[in-house]
């Protein structure tokens, strides 16, 4: 399956004489989706690549919309991944698709809608030249907001086209809004509520109707445009609504959801992270686990949501936290640790809204739920490896001190000798971790499993470092 980049050149064919004569069929976006889709199901390949979480929901629901031919609307709380749904459609349209040459709305050259092109093709015949336009260049989008106006979105008289010498009661005058420049596209309007209900009137008859009334006057343009839309099922009550003439409109409504799994959580971070050092897979489960704690949690506003982007972002910041440790201590190699998951909730805490009564509490919060998906993902990835010998050796006067600034070669140097045992090679191996730093965030995931098992006790110094062993005071 190609993607929405350019992967093949554009056709050479440069007139409609040409394209008639090339056999090239014209069909509607719709139809177009359809083929499309269809010939993907067909060939086993995926028609949504990146999408994770939504193969057995929200998929199987957009596919019977697109095939019934619907508009749609995505309802879910921020951070679902409604836009890049709605992106991914354009991965279904053709690659490339053949345009008057010159026209504003990009009109097929079998069928010009606008007054211009319909002159010029009466005028040039088989010669009207034609231009190739790229699948990228016909999704449009646009963020609702409060001040978005009928203009923005439908259109509105060009001051600059008067002067010239038009009236203002001649088509020509008309400055195109976007959804008519989406001709033969899709058009996708995030957070749909937010717009104006006086602006959601002027959408009607687009959508319905293809009509466009612009300052007293109706220009039929038989507009073949997709419409799709996002909003947030709050924001019906909190800041706007769907106007319900506009709802009816929209054929499919489709509810989208936060990843069901963890390993769907995970998939999502992994994917949309862009991180600057080594950050293990356990740390991802760990910010995955405390990620969907936080969306179960009675003391945080499940109104507003849990973002995806929350999980992501703290990926992005305990890999940063990563990156400057191995700058200022001269490792050759950035690896994140468990001691890096704190940065996180400092930095990461405002994006979270917590329930009234709860003021004060939430870094209590944030430390007790981070400290429960860490618990669980240590039993998880340790589970069958007995760490008697670690606890014993603590026991027994042992510390380990580590901490943000303290380098992985400085907290593999204090581990407690353990004999003949190859205890921190199983963890090791276990954990996937090959190299100096990746062996030292293994064994402090097993520290501070065993620490929340209440197996051994950990402090804190007056550097802010964290040690662990049987001296320090539970």
């Known amino acids: 399956m190609t993607d929405s980049n350019t992967s093949t050149p554009a056709p050479t064919i440069s007139t409609v004489g040409e394209l008639r004569a090339s056999g090239h069929r014209q069909r509607s976006i719709r139809e177009e989706l359809r083929g499309n889709l269809i010939a993907r199901l067909a060939a086993g390949e995926d028609p949504w690549p990146g999408i994770q979480g939504f193969e057995y929901t929200v998929l199987p629901q957009l596919e019977r919309a ?25 991965g279904l349209l053709d690659e ?39 699948r990228s260049e016909r999704y449009a989008e646009k963020l609702a907001t409060p001040d978005t106006s009928v203009g923005d979105l439908v259109g509105d008289v060009d001051p600059m086209k008067v002067a010239e010498g038009r009236s203002l009661g001649d088509p020509e005058t008309i400055h195109f809004g976007l959804i008519p420049r989406a001709h033969r596209g899709i058009v996708a309007i995030n957070e749909l509520p937010d717009l104006a209900e006086r602006i959601q009137v002027a959408m009607l008859n687009v959508m319905e109707e293809r009509d466009i009334q612009v300052r007293g006057y109706t220009l039929r343009l038989p507009l073949d445009v997709l419409v799709v839309a996002s909003a947030n099922p709050e924001d019906y009550t909190n800041r706007g609504r769907i106007i319900t003439p506009l709802k009816d409109r929209f054929g499919a409504q489709i509810r989208t959801h936060y990843p069901l799994e963890v390993e769907g959580e995970t998939a999502v971070i992994e994917q949309e992270a862009h991180l600057v050092a080594n950050v293990p897979s356990y740390l991802v489960e760990i910010l995955a686990r405390f990620t969907r704690a936080l969306r179960e949690s009675n003391a945080v506003d499940q109104r507003s949501g849990v973002s995806a982007r929350f999980a992501i972002a703290a990926a992005e910041t305990v890999a940063a936290a990563a990156l400057h440790r191995a700058t200022v201590q001269g490792e050759t190699e950035a690896v994140a640790r468990v001691i890096d998951l704190e940065s996180a909730v400092d930095v990461l805490a405002g994006k979270i809204e917590f329930e009234t009564g709860h003021e004060g509490r939430e870094e209590a919060i944030l430390e007790h739920l981070l400290r429960t998906a860490t618990a669980e993902t240590a039993r998880g990835r340790l589970r069958g490896i007995d760490l008697g010998l670690l606890v014993r050796a603590l026991e027994h006067g042992g510390q380990v001190t580590t901490g943000e600034q303290v380098s992985a070669g400085a907290v593999l140097d204090a581990l407690p000798v353990l ?32 620490y929340l098992a209440k197996q051994i006790s950990k402090e804190s110094d007056d550097d802010g470092n964290t040690i662990y062993g049987e001296s320090a005071s539970v």
């Not at 095939?67 to 836009?83: F, M, N, P, S, W």
């Not at 092109?117 to 005028?123: I, P, T, V, W, Y």
């Not at 921190?424 to 097993?446: K, N, S």
């Open 419 to 450: 004999g003949e045992s190859d205890l921190y090679d199983q963890i090791a191996d276990r954990l996937d971790a090959h190299t100096p730093g990746e062996r030292a965030g293994a064994v402090e995931l097993a520290l501070e499993g065993l």
């Open 66 to 90: 697109l095939l019934a031919g619907h508009d749609i609307v995505l309802l879910g709380e921020r951070g679902q991944g409604k836009t890049r749904v709605l992106r991914t459609l354009v």
């Open 96 to 134: 490339w698709t053949p345009v008057i040459e010159g026209s504003e709305l990009g009109e097929h050259p079998y069928d010009p809608i606008t007054p211009a092109s319909r002159r010029r093709s009466a005028e040039l015949g088989d010669r009207l030249p034609v231009a190739w336009r790229h």
